[in-house]
């Protein structure tokens, strides 16, 4: 009856001004969430009907949602914000479960049921204004004090929101100008909601013609603000978005720069592959041999528009390597990034290898854009790659410099015995060294690799790319420990064999010495007519010396020690005795 329902009503109402029953309802509510989004699946009779999760969905995203607007509205106490903080949170973790779990049109039925508004006439229409009135919570929570949590729960929002519009639709568009305009005026001080901003605008341009100049302007902006490697270098002061800061620009926004490039590498390398898969592919049963030529124009629309995406690539990368990063996380992903970059160019340049191979030397000619983009990466990319790497070994040398002279000294011994200082090595700071020096040598492997097979395409084309490039040294060999140590030892036992022929026959060397001078002066004396005497040592001496370089030698073979097994093998087995 309507009277039974009144008193229901009063009894709700009574419920929902207790603010405690209100915050314990919304944790349970955030729990389920969770565990729905994590596992697939709810722990009741009904935990595994999805249409009818679906429609508890709808209703509790409305209930959160008009709540969320309440607590907006009220100048709700700092007791009571953890309730709206718990509220806005499950409110966008169910946004996550119907993009991940649901279809498309199910979401935006979501939304319709949370903006029930009659003056809108399409689910579209309710998209776009749902996602206004994030953008202004957005902006009010960003201004309040300690609001950047309640910030990144609606930028979450928006970008999911977001994925649903066509890539040319003019909805996209605002988004993505509403964002490039948040990131250019506002100051943003919290480095993890520039994060999800920076992601979520490199995500959203990737789709759109912002994919090409948006990123390299970020990463100008960045070396703008970190400064070159070059100290001679001066770097224009560009300052354009002022959400970048110095505190978030290395960290946060650099490695967004280098995920969102490895993304588009990865699907440049699928369009690589692509191709090949189309040149090898033999063709239809007429008699024309040649592909046709609505095919060709195809092919090479495509491989116009994957060297502008390349050189746009290139041209980020330049950027992230001149800029002067702190020793760390930031360097690793450069590294990363340029390698990679090097190894796809370089499958770009086999594919045209192999398309010369296809076609013919004499028909085969190198498209402009191919030149352009081998001529980029030559002046803008090698020069500073290898300066990049300069850096890097200079930062590393000045850390382990620097933890050296703070390392421990640990004291070994008695108090009797001489107390010896010794230095202990950090065993984490060698496993950080080894990690932070293993990309060099990766990198400058790949970079030979693309100059080895672009001098290949150069002399199959009989084109000389190498002008824009400085010739790199070659590194085209192996060292052979086992080698080294096999002529260790045969060195090592025929300097001891000679140095114990010496010692065993000095005596005898020593008065044949003295007599061939003896000789020498006679003969010269008597070949000049002239008799006059030599002043010679008497016999005497002479033998006394002998015998006492005769007992100097005796006395050092006995005190010679016995050689190892492995020397006395390459001495043919011989020992030393020593003499009684």
Known sequence: TQSTWASHEAVLDLLRSHASFTSYIVHVVLQHCHHLYNHGFIVSPEGKNMKKIFGYLCDIARSLYLLILKQREIQVEKSKKAVYDSALEAYCVIIEIAAKQFEEDDIRRLVTTVEEDPNMNSICDSMIYHLQQCQSHFIYDLGQSGGEKRAINWIQIIGRLSMYFEPDSAELDQVIKWLVKL?????INEPQLCKFIICLLLQLTWR?????????????????????IDEDATVNETNVFHAISTRSAAPIVLTALGNHAEGVLDCMMWVIGYLKLRADEKP????????????????????FELCNVFCAVVALSSQMLQTELPIGPSIQIVFKCATKLYNIITALIKYYIHLCQRVGVKKFTIPGYLRKLIKLSGTQLQPVAYSFISFAQNLQT????????KSKKKKVGNKKDAIQEVDVVNEPTKKRVLNETRPIPNLVFHMEQYERFLIELGTKSKTNFMINFKHSTSRDFRINLANIHINDEVEVASQYDADITIERSGSALIPLVVENAASASVDSTE?????????????????????????????????????PRKLRKSLGGRRIVSRN
Not at 183 to 187: D, I, L
Not at 297 to 303: N, V, Y
Request: glycine content about 4%.
């Open 284 to 303: 239809n049963n007429s008699s024309s041999t040649q592909t046709p030529k609505h095919t060709t124009e195809i092919i090479q629309k495509i491989e």
């Open 398 to 405: 000045d850390q382990s410099k620097a933890t050296t002279a």
């Open 183 to 187: 990131v250019k005026k506002e100051e």
């Open 527 to 563: 070949g000049a007519g002239e008799s006059r005497d030599v002043d010679r040592p008497p016999l005497d001496n002479v033998s006394n010396a002998d015998n006492q370089q005769g007992m100097e030698c005796t006395i050092v073979a006995e005190t010679l020690p016995e050689p």
């Open 208 to 228: 759109t013609s912002y994919s090409l100049s948006l990123p390299r302007d970020i990463a100008e902006d960045v070396h703008s603000k970190l400064g070159d």
